[in-house]
């Protein structure tokens, strides 16, 4: 089966005008698995799964949260299949092995594992020392690693005691060995920020959990979507020609983040872009911005994509599809005129993310005259984009901001949880047919 994982792309502005020195070109990559890897009948091509809970049980996190947090486990262990391997990590100042390496051998097992979850709550006390909880999660992980999805799925309900830079380290050591991070977070002591930066290493989501009565329902919405892993070792490599300069990356698609500006080390003018693992039904999209110099009519190769990428249901250990994202430059007024305006309304919600980044830069600065200015943008964003909800959301904020000098950390989880999620008419589906 060639080009099992699909690669296309729109650019804003496919036709260039010949006549400017430089013009700004915004493109947008789609990645998905092919028509033939989609088709629910192929359930026995999703990877089998490794998987670590990594649960906080630190002093802070109430009763009813425990007990919340333990069913939410226990439904998520009842998910898995024979073959899956579990493993449950309870954290505080101290790591406890509630569940080692378990292989799912039948509902006995499962059971078995449920029972030991159900008395995390005898480990509660001290802070929140996730760096070594990561520690203990990957010791566990990579001594079943071949062949499996590996996952950690942490849950924490404050910000982390100890050297946050320590912990970052540990996770990008963590994701160096093929191991993903996603965090879910809940109360108004969750540092969302931190925790997008601890899953940026592998690619990882983050999610922010507003009600108790939202975490199993959430926490089996992670698993599920682990499930239905079908490719691993995905990466995006993007080989820019000469004198094409990189701008800004951002993910756009399942969860919207700003990867930062991009740079072209030394010669190889080239940038890798790290996905992880890839979902059989779902769509994955990024968006790049650069810019392009002056040149002759004709066509033009702005970058070429590779995207990589292992199978191993399929024992493809480095599929590959490419494309190359070509540009006419012309005279023609009406040609240059041409807008795409799927890839504008992308950019227009993965810039909010980005200007979230410049937000707290501001306030932390108390750069007042500029964080004012920002919250108009934003509610001016949103308002463009049809999200009343927003724009209200930061009109408030820009009240609130100006009567205390500052807003909480509950308010701006809230606000970076939400510039994550991408609207729903946004990026579809590529049409498999249509490529092969």
């Known amino acids: 089966m060639a080009e099992e994982i699909l690669l296309d792309y729109i650019v804003n502005q496919p036709n260039i005008d010949m006549e400017r020195e430089e013009s700004d070109l915004k493109v947008l990559m789609k990645i998905n698995a092919s028509d033939a890897l ?103 992980l990579v001594a079943n690693s071949t062949g499996y999805v590996n996952k950690i799925i942490v849950f924490t309900d404050g910000k982390i005691t100890g050297n946050e830079d320590d912990c970052l380290k540990r996770a990008f050591e ?57 490719a691993t070792d995905v990466r995006l490599d993007l080989h820019f020609t000469p004198q094409i300069r990189a701008n800004r990356g951002y993910r756009y698609s399942p969860e919207i983040s700003y990867l930062g500006k991009m740079k072209l080390p030394g010669d190889q003018r080239r940038i890798s872009i790290p996905i992880g693992t890839l979902e059989k039904d779902k769509e994955y999209a990024y968006l790049l911005t650069c810019v392009v110099p002056k040149r002759e009519a004709g066509k033009v190769r702005i970058f070429k994509a590779e995207l990589h990428y292992s199978i191993d249901a399929l024992n493809i250990k480095d599929g590959s599809s490419s494309q190359s994202i070509v540009v006419e430059y012309t005279s023609r007024a009406q040609s240059i005129n041409e807008i795409n305006g799927e890839v504008e309304r992308a950019f227009d919600e993965v810039e909010i993310g980005r200007l979230i980044e410049e937000l707290d830069a501001s306030m932390t600065k108390k750069d007042h005259g500029h964080v004012a200015m920002l919250f108009d943008i934003l509610a001016e964003r949103h308002k463009e984009l049809g999200d009343l909800e927003m724009e209200i959301h930061y009109l408030n904020l820009k009240k609130s901001y100006a009567e205390a000098g500052s807003i909480s950390q509950e308010e701006m989880n809230y606000t970076r949880h939400k ?12 049409d498999a047919s249509s490529l092969i």
């Not at 069913?71 to 299949?81: D, E, I, T, W």
């Not at 965090?183 to 540092?191: R, W």
């Not at 925790?195 to 999610?207: A, D, E, K, P, Y």
Request: aromatic content about 6%; overall charge neutral.
């Open 38 to 140: 989609r088709d629910p009948t192929q359930g026995k091509l999703t990877a089998k799964t490794n998987m670590a809970l990594v649960l906080d049980v630190s002093s802070s996190m109430k009763s009813r949260e425990i007990s919340a947090l333990a069913n939410a486990a226990k439904n998520a262990v009842s998910k898995l299949q024979p073959g899956d391997i579990v493993s449950v990590i309870a954290f505080q100042s101290v790591v406890y092995e509630v569940v080692e390496s378990v292989k799912i051998v039948d509902q006995n097992t499962i059971q078995s594992i449920q029972k030991k979850i159900n008395v995390i709550d005898q480990f509660q006390g001290g802070g929140t020392d996730l760096e070594y909880a990561l520690t203990k999660a990957e010791h566990l």
């Open 174 to 230: 963590v994701s160096e060995r093929g191991i993903g991070i996603d965090a879910l977070g809940f109360g108004s002591e969750f540092d969302y920020k931190f925790m997008q930066r601890l899953v940026s290493f592998s690619n990882g989501f983050t999610t922010y959990v507003e009600k108790p009565e939202d975490i199993q329902a959430i926490f089996q919405n992670r698993v599920s979507a682990i499930k239905n892993v079908i």
């Open 419 to 430: 510039s994550t999620q991408k609207k729903e008419s946004g990026v579809k589906l590529v």
